[in-house]
């Protein structure tokens, strides 16, 4: 991520749980989506988990789950939350998706949401999220797919002029077929209802 994006995020972490609130009955349906999945024991790792709405939501189903953002203003609300609901599994951490600290081949899952069409430079963080899973993990990648649409249209003018910018606009069918350009298999997607459509896309990297 550029640094002056950086600063955006960091702007945004006070407001961004209001933001998200008129999306929260998708978020839910995503949350049992990934626990249905996954099994306790397996290892979560969170990419641009923002204030932690994911990994908090799911910290009762797994024993660990790691979560990290670029924003240190995110990841402090993250902290925030966690610590007032006493919530002692989710360890937060401020890193750059791009080069993630974590040890290749470590985690079962990655989960990344609503976040792929406003990398810059998505390839690199997907060979990244590679790096880091196990031969036979998964990435869950819910991803909001908008192309076409003309409120996202109107929207997307609209942040551009505080500076947040969507790098990608995809169909579900072209967010499929960028996965798999990417070294990635489709194991699942679905169309859940939200602002605008989200696919809740499960893929696996191509043996």
Known sequence: MRKNENAIWDRFAGIYDRFMKKD???YQEMLKKIVLRLTPDDKVLEVATGTGLIALGLSS??????????????????????????????????????????TSASYDAVIIANTLHILPETEKVLN?????????????????????????AVLSRLMSLTGFRAYHKWTEESFHDFLGQNGFELLESSLLHAS????????????
């Not at 990244?128 to 996202?152: C, D």
């Not at 605008?196 to 043996?207: E, K, N, T, W």
């Open 196 to 207: 605008f459509p989200l696919a809740y896309v499960v893929v696996r990297p191509q043996s």
């Open 128 to 152: 990244e999220i590679k790096r880091v899973l196990k031969p036979e993990g998964v990435l869950i990648a819910p991803t909001f797919v908008h192309a076409g649409s003309r409120k996202a």
């Open 24 to 26: 929260m009955d998708a």
């Open 61 to 102: 189903h797994f024993r660990q789950i790691d979560a990290v953002d670029f924003s240190q203003e995110m990841i402090r609300a993250a902290q925030k939350k966690a610590q007032e609901s006493n919530i002692e599994n989710v360890r937060f951490d401020v890193q750059d998706a791009n080069a993630l600290f974590y």
